[in-house]
Nanobody, 126 residues
C-alpha cells in the first residue's frame, strides 16, 4: 500500500507562486503514477496534473497549463507541483494522488486513484 503526505500549501497573493511537495512511501511506490487533484468548497474534486508511470509523461488540466509544473524525484520518492501566476480560482485543498494502474484515457478520473494524501490548503487572495 502506498502512503502520501503533502506539504507546502499556504496563503499567497494573486500572481504569486507556491511549490507543493508530496512524500510517497510504500513497497510499490516506484511503480505508481502520481499526481495532484484539488477541491474547492462546494465543488467536486478535480484533476490538476500527473506523471504517468513508467513512461514519465506529464499531463495537465487545461486551467493550469503553462502555469503549473509537475516533477518527480524517483530517488527521493517525492513529487512536486510548482505553481506560478496563481489566481484566486486556484484556491482549494490540493491532494496528492497515486494510481497503481491507469490509462491515458482515465488520468483525470479520481476514482482511478487508489492512494490519497490528507490534503494541503492553498489560498490565493485577490
Amino acid at each position: 500500500q502506498v502512503q502520501l503526505v503533502e506539504s507546502g500549501g499556504g496563503l499567497v497573493q494573486a500572481g504569486g507562486s507556491l511549490r507543493l511537495s508530496c512524500a510517497a512511501s510504500g513497497r510499490t511506490v516506484e511503480r505508481y503514477s502520481l499526481g495532484w487533484f484539488r477541491q474547492a468548497p462546494g465543488k467536486e474534486r478535480e484533476f490538476v496534473a500527473m506523471i504517468r508511470w513508467p513512461v514519465s509523461t506529464t499531463h495537465y488540466a487545461d486551467p493550469v497549463k503553462g502555469r503549473f509544473t509537475i516533477a518527480r524525484d524517483n530517488a527521493k520518492n517525492m513529487i512536486y507541483l510548482q505553481m506560478k501566476n496563481l489566481k484566486p480560482e486556484d484556491t482549494a485543498v490540493y491532494y496528492c494522488a497515486g494510481a497503481g494502474l491507469i490509462t491515458s484515457a482515465t488520468i483525470d478520473l479520481a476514482g482511478q486513484y487508489d492512494a490519497w494524501g490528507q490534503g494541503t490548503q492553498v489560498t490565493v487572495s485577490s
